[in-house]
């Protein structure tokens, strides 16, 4: 079996503690100018090129996450 890649696990985590410790910061203060996530993503999906940008963006997530991987596709 094949180690796991432990510095992929830590960024990650890194990530998702990051996008945690955001929502956590502006949902407790709310009286602030500090967007939510959502908040935020509204601002971006107001304009067409936010949305296609976005779209962009989660094509290439989901293809570097569940497609790039599969050999029987690719041969």
Same mark, same amino acid.
């Given at each position: 079996m094949t180690e796991h890649p432990v510095i992929g696990y830590a960024v990650w985590a890194v990530l998702f503690g990051g996008i945690f410790?955001? *929502?956590g910061i502006s949902l407790v203060r709310i009286g602030d100018s500090f967007p939510t996530?959502? *908040?935020a993503l509204d601002g971006v999906m107001r304009y067409s090129a936010g949305r296609w940008t976005l779209f962009a963006l989660w094509l290439w997530f989901g293809w570097?996450?569940?497609v790039r991987g599969w050999q029987f596709?690719?041969?």
């Open positions: 410790a955001w *929502e996530l959502s *908040e570097h996450t569940f596709m690719l041969r």
